[in-house]
């Protein structure tokens, strides 16, 4: 082996590292600190700052650094003019992702909350009262008192959290994969060497933002164990793949630059909808933001530094 290759995998091997480490020190952190990062009502004010400087970093992910890399692949040069330069197929495809996590997640909480609709449940001698025709279930089995009712709000509100953190995971993994690919398969030290600090800290804030999500969704330890080793060892396994195929991997070929634009305005679509929607909207129009100035204030501010922070990132190290 010669020294060019000595010390080409000496630092493949550090890349390895750098971003195994940084991503689950990101995605941990939340567990470390659960009560920074679950719902208000339990612990306060500040979990909205925290989600929202999260979101903010979810959102600068797909617009600054994914949607921008979808464009340039599905525009170069290399592809031709038709059909390439004739039609937006970036911003279509991330249109369609998008749409296509909306539906996905309407008909999975659809089912989940008929699925509690129609689960019969004893009749409670504390509340005699006649229960209300939408909560009567399927059975005849007449289902009362407000107990009920809480306990299944707190049931759907669950299952919309697991949704989301395993929606955005995979987002984030698809382009998590498709960064490892390009480093691993690179075959200038000198263009790679700069954007390892910036990827491993893009790494990190994205692990915090999934961190949060998975938190919430309160999945089993072996539930969480895998999201997380998962999500750590995606952007490792996919420079290890990129080691692998870099001596018959080209980047500017056609079919390269064609998954790679198509995975990655996926990817955009899905992290620029979960972001909006199911991060802050969902926090930005709750009652006890609504209902306190500073508390809109601060998350306003941290949702702009989580997205400038990411900006940051991509003027230091490139998109």
């Known amino acids: 082996m010669t020294k060019t290759h000595l010390k080409r995998s000496s630092t493949n091997l550090l890349q390895f590292v750098h971003f195994y480490f940084a991503s689950a020190l990101g995605v941990c952190l939340p567990f470390f600190c659960p009560e920074t990062f679950h719902s208000c009502t339990r612990t306060g004010k500040h979990s909205f700052l925290v989600k929202a400087f999260a979101a903010g970093v979810i959102l600068g992910t797909g617009f600054i650094h994914i949607l921008p890399d979808a464009f340039e692949s599905l525009t170069s040069p290399c592809l031709g003019q ?98 490892g690919l390009s480093l691993g398969a690179s075959k200038s030290s000198k263009t790679i060497k700069p954007l390892v600090a910036a990827l491993s800290f893009h790494q990190f804030f994205e692990g915090i933002g999934l961190g949060g999500c998975i938190s919430q969704a309160k999945f089993k330890l072996r539930a969480k164990a895998i999201m997380i080793l998962f ?42 909808y979960m972001a909006l929607v199911d991060l802050l909207a969902t926090d930005f129009m709750n009652s006890n933001m609504l209902c306190s100035f500073w508390l809109q204030l601060g998350a306003h501010l941290t949702l702009l530094l989580g997205a400038f922070s990411m900006s940051l990132l991509a003027i230091w190290g490139g998109n």
């Open 231 to 272: 999500f750590s060892l995606t952007t490792p396994t996919g420079i290890a793949v990129g080691i692998c195929i870099s001596r018959s991997y080209n980047a500017t070929s056609p079919v390269a630059l064609i998954v790679q634009g198509i995975l990655n305005s996926a990817s955009a679509g899905i992290l620029i």
């Open 82 to 179: 038709t059909p390439w330069e004739k039609f937006p197929f970036a911003g279509f495809v991330a249109m369609l992702s998008a749409i296509g996590v909306l539906m996905m997640e309407s008909f999975a909480t659809g089912y989940h909350k008929r699925f509690e609709l129609r689960k019969p449940q004893p009749i409670s001698g504390d509340h005699e009262e006649k229960s209300d025709p939408d909560e009567e279930g399927a059975s005849g089995v007449h289902i009362r008192g407000p107990s009920f009712a809480l306990k299944r709000t707190n049931s759907s509100d669950l299952n919309r959290h697991r949704i989301v953190s395993q929606v955005l995971e995979l987002g984030i993994v698809v382009h998590s994969v498709i960064i």
